[in-house]
C-alpha cells in the first residue's frame, strides 16, 4: 500500500510512469538488499508486492486521468492481489486451531507461509510415500544440504503445550543412509540465534516415530518449565555429519 501511495502521488505531481516505475522498483529491491546485510529476511516476494504497488498506482491515477472505470477496476484488482498472502496466513490461522493438538497440517492454506527455511536447507509440500501407511495428506519435504546446520523453522504456532504430554513428529526418511536429526525450540521473545532447547535424534532410512516428553523439555531448557508457555518456534534440522549423503522429508 506504501507503494501504491508513492506511485499514485509521483504521477499525480507529474513524473513520468515509467520513471516512477523504475525509481520505486529500485528503491524496493534496495531495500531487500539493505535488508540481507543487516541481518533481516530478504525476499523475492516483497519486491513482487512492491511491484504490485507501483503498477497499481499508476493505472489508477491512469484510469482517474481517463475517467474509465474498467481501468480503475483493473488497479484496484492488482492492488488486491498484494494481500493474497496475509489472506492465506489468516484462512491457516482460522483452521490450524481445529486440528490442535497437531503442530502443523501442511494441508491448511498458507502453512508453507508459516514455514522458514534455515541454514540454506530447502522445503517443499508433497504428498506423502505411498508406502508410508495411512498418510494421504500433504506434508513437508526438507532437502539438506552437507553443509552447515540446514533446516526448517515451524512458526506462528500454538503457544502454551502445558497440558501436553510429548512432542510426536513422524519423519520419512529416504535412502539408505542413516542420519540424526535435530529438534530445537525457541521461546516467543527469543531473536538470538541460541536455543531454548534442542534434543537430536537418530533416525533411520523408512518411517521414523519421533517422541519428545514435554517434561524433559521443561527441566532441561535453559527457560525451565516456563518455556511450555510460550512456545515461539520448532526447528528441525539436519546434523552436520561426513556420514550423510542423503536428505530427510
Not at 516512477?20 to 524496493?28: D, E, N
Not at 529476511?41 to 504497488?53: A, P, R, S
Not at 506423502?128 to 526448517?152: F, T, Y
Amino acid at each position: 500500500m506504501l507503494f501504491f501511495a508513492m506511485s499514485f502521488c509521483l504521477v499525480w505531481r507529474g513524473l513520468k510512469g515509467w520513471w516512477v516505475f523504475l525509481a520505486l522498483l529500485s528503491v524496493g529491491i534496495g531495500i531487500e538488499i539493505t535488508q540481507y546485510f543487516i541481518g533481516k529476511d530478504c525476499d523475492i516476494h516483497d519486491v513482487f508486492l512492491d511491484t504490485l504497488g507501483i503498477v497499481s498506482g499508476i493505472v489508477f491515477y491512469s484510469g482517474l486521468q481517463k475517467k474509465s472505470l474498467p481501468i480503475v477496476f483493473l488497479a484496484a484488482l492488482l492492488a488486491a492481489l498484494a494481500f493474497y498472502i496475509p489472506l492465506l496466513i489468516t484462512l491457516c490461522y482460522l483452521t490450524q486451531w481445529r486440528s490442535f493438538p497437531t503442530l502443523a497440517t501442511f494441508d491448511e492454506p498458507g502453512r508453507n507461509q508459516l514455514v522458514d527455511r534455515h541454514e540454506g536447507a530447502s522445503f517443499a509440500f508433497t504428498a506423502a510415500p505411498k508406502d508410508w501407511i495411512d498418510n494421504h495428506s500433504q506434508v513437508l519435504r526438507m532437502d539438506c544440504p552437507i553443509e552447515g546446520w540446514p533446516g526448517v523453522a515451524l512458526v506462528d504456532l500454538a503457544p502454551d503445550w502445558r497440558n501436553f504430554a510429548e512432542l510426536q513428529l513422524d519423519i520419512w526418511l529416504p535412502g539408505e543412509l542413516p542420519i540424526t536429526l535435530g529438534i530445537a525450540i525457541r521461546a516467543i521473545g527469543n531473536k538470538s540465534d541460541h536455543h531454548d532447547i534442542s534434543r537430536h535424534f537418530a533416525l533411520r532410512p523408512g518411517l521414523n516415530h519421533v517422541s519428545w516428553p514435554l517434561e524433559d523439555m521443561a527441566q532441561k531448557a535453559t527457560s525451565g518449565p516456563i518455556l511450555l508457555a510460550k512456545i515461539g518456534k520448532v526447528i528441525i534440522f539436519c546434523m552436520p555429519e561426513d556420514t550423510r549423503k542423503n536428505s530427510s522429508s
